[in-house]
């Protein structure tokens, strides 16, 4: 029988509201489950893990599911759309099941925000791979959540299409003030955040604001 495998280890780590926070580090160092971690849907075995004045390991599934519908968007590399619901079933989706009225309306509006405006009735399998994460980012800011977590968002995408991903969710970012923690492997994408954390084995390695052109180490 496999023993307990403990895949962060003795992690220690503050956002600021507002902040952009890229995390880099080698494939199976963690990252990955940080943020999942930080979204609920992995539980730390110890330590505290507060988000967005939520103590997490206070909750119970359902009010971490409540937790997330209200105050984090999540963005995956592989989209995760309902491949039997259109774009925007799939954008209504969080505020349907927060029991808003004008749900439709609201991700009518967030498609369009993200230039599918002309694809509202279109299903996943009818979009381009570009396409299906403009829709990923519109549901996942159209609850205004305090905090987006992205996961490789352009690790699907070609290389110009990952850009036009990449503009539009520093775009978003920028126009809701949402904080925004960044998992990527490519280190020109997380030096467009205002501050990378490397994580290696499991551990915060390396934490670093960018100020002035300048990288300034946080002091742990």
Do not use: W
Request: charged content about 20%; some cysteine; hydrophobic content about 45%.
């Amino acid at each position: 029988m496999a023993g307990e495998v403990n895949v962060l280890r003795g992690v220690d780590l503050t956002v600021e509201g507002g902040e952009t926070v890229g995390v880099v580090g080698p494939s199976g160092s963690g990252k990955s489950t940080l943020l999942m971690v930080i979204a609920g849907l992995e539980r730390a075995t110890s330590g505290t893990v507060r988000v967005a004045g939520h103590d997490l390991s206070a909750l119970d599934e359902d009010a971490l599911a409540r937790f997330r519908r209200g105050a984090v968007g999540i963005v995956f590399q592989s989209f995760h759309l309902v491949p039997t619901m259109t774009a925007l079933e799939n954008v209504a989706i969080p505020l349907e099941l927060a029991g808003a009225r004008d749900a439709f309306d609201l991700a009518a509006a967030e498609l369009g925000a993200v230039g599918l405006a002309h694809r509202l009735s279109h299903y996943p399998g009818q979009l381009s791979g570009g396409e299906q994460q403009r829709v990923a980012l519109a549901r996942a800011f159209v609850a205004r959540p305090k905090l987006l977590l992205a996961d490789e968002p352009t690790g699907n995408l070609d290389q110009a299409t990952g850009r036009a991903i990449v503009e539009l969710l520093f775009d978003l970012h920028g126009r809701h003030g949402t904080t925004l923690l960044l998992v990527t492997h490519d280190p020109a994408l997380a030096a467009r955040c205002g501050r990378v954390v490397h994580v290696e084995d499991g551990r915060i390695a390396a934490d670093a604001r960018q100020e002035g052109g300048r990288v300034v180490p946080i002091r742990r």
